[in-house]
């Protein structure tokens, strides 16, 4: 059990334009859920945070209206990188968790190059 | 703020040698504490997990961790690894209250050569 995904795992797309990607809690429901973005040789760096229904919570430093966050379901959260920019391309991975205090489970993460 | 360090980015290691990986943290107030592994291509996977109780944490695959509270540290361990636990491993902790954010680690890239 626990298993989450991610579509796309990889996606190419041109300066301006915008690119969701969506993660999944497939055997589970997620009442939280957490994008991070992943750079080479280094670590995961936390986004945000969503809670199904409410507003994502940002990570100093992350723009909201750039990094646009949606959790309507407590399976489903999509981060849509809007106007995407060649220094936006990057390793974006999702995680989800169960209930507060529980265990985060990875997608396997959406490796984005902006041309 | 918490912090994760991981004093070793890259360790070669031989078939059946004794595996340490170093994990320090910072943060004053209860903490869980994890060990998370990527394969190749793949994405990450939970080792082992501390959250209270006996310092000595068991895993997957062989792996063991310990929590010395005075050192802040959880530091990771295989008696004998293979070839097989080549891999990315990250220590990651989540401080108290209601937040259930991780903080990671730089994380250690393992070669364990044939």
């Known amino acids: 059990g626990a298993v989450v995904s991610q579509h796309p795992s990889r996606v190419i797309c041109k300066s301006g334009t915008s690119v969701k990607i969506e993660c999944r809690s497939l055997d589970f429901q997620a009442t939280t859920m957490f994008w991070y973005r992943q750079f080479p040789k280094k670590s995961l760096m936390l986004m945000a945070t969503?809670?199904?229904?409410?507003?994502?919570?940002?990570e100093q430093g992350v723009e909201k209206d750039k990094f646009l966050i949606n959790h309507a379901s407590l399976t489903l959260s999509t981060l849509t990188v809007t106007s995407a920019h060649p220094e936006d391309s990057s390793f974006y991975i999702c995680s989800a968790t169960r209930a507060r205090a529980d265990t985060q489970y990875f997608g396997p993460g959406t490796r984005l190059t902006v041309l | 703020a918490q912090s994760v360090s991981q004093h070793n980015h890259h360790v070669i290691l031989s078939e059946a040698a004794s595996l340490e990986l170093g994990c320090n943290y910072s943060y004053g107030g209860t903490v869980n504490l994890f060990w998370y592994v990527q394969y190749p291509g793949q994405h990450l996977q939970l080792l082992l997990k501390?959250?209270?109780?006996?310092?000595l944490v068991k895993g997957i695959k062989g792996f063991e961790a310990e929590f010395i509270k005075s050192k802040f540290s959880f530091n990771l361990r295989k008696p004998s690894v293979q070839w097989s636990d080549t891999a990315e491993y990250f220590c990651a902790v989540k401080g108290g209250g209601a937040t259930n954010k991780l903080i990671f680690g730089t994380g250690t890239l393992l070669a364990v050569q044939p």
């Open positions: 969503s809670n199904e229904g409410s507003k994502a919570t940002y």
């Open positions: 501390y959250f209270s109780g006996d310092p």
